[in-house]
């Protein structure tokens, strides 16, 4: 039986997944990671190693939302016999640009100025952060204001350290080498999303074997949170082999 490892994005917690974790939980089994007070870069990976030398499931399907989609990537690359379907929300395959290159991701100067932004006030930084998920039409109707309450209701919060590893890794990993896998691909992108910007999917599944891309108009960085009826019916069928078809 195959098993659904939710894998979140920077400064995120579980209980992000909230808005579509029962749904799914009746499809599959699923186990949940976060990213709280991480050491090194090599722990974003190492943690979901750590679970696939203990736990040993023989199938394996990867959500990856944001940073969890970088991480997604890696491991699909590393245990290719094990990872039957892959599903990247806000997904990119490297998260900064390299000039003409690529083009689809953010400046690397932009995440070094958020680090020193986030040395100096880490509450003022990530409010701004989790602000700039949302779209225009989100923020008018007050998603941003609904998600800061939950974080506060909800999250545990993170150190220091482990944010700004968060940040370092963003700025150094590329797993564009990693869309060679063979598992098919679900991405779920928002069309205004500044984070992961479209063009950041439309790469992943222009180079991906077995990629299929389903866009959401008006919606941001965060789609499950926003418009999560819509992202678990295509999550669903692709569980269950139907999107593909």
Known sequence: MSRLLLLPG???????????????????QLDSFDWR?????AEFSSRVVTYLNHQQ????????WSL?????????????SIVSKIILVGGTSRFTALGREYEAGWHARIVE?????????????????YTSMFSRKELEQGYDHRFLTDIQTYFEGDDLE?????????????????LTVQAPILLIHGEEDEICPLGAARYISEQAKSAVLRTIPGAGHIPFYTKPGLCLEWMKAFLRGELLD
């Open 37 to 41: 007070g991480v050491k090194s870069l």
């Open 162 to 178: 482990s944010l700004i590893l968060g940040l370092d890794y963003l700025l150094q990993v590329d797993y564009r080498n990693a």
């Open 57 to 64: 499931p023989k199938s394996l399907i990867l959500l990856g």
């Open 10 to 28: 920077w400064g995120m917690e579980n209980a992000v997944w909230e808005p579509i974790l029962e749904d799914l939980s009746q499809e599959i």
């Open 68 to 80: 969890g989609s970088l991480v997604a990537l890696d491991i699909a690359r590393q245990y290719p």
């Open 113 to 129: 100025r958020m680090k020193r932004q986030l040395a100096r006030d880490p509450d003022k930084t990530l409010k701004a952060f």
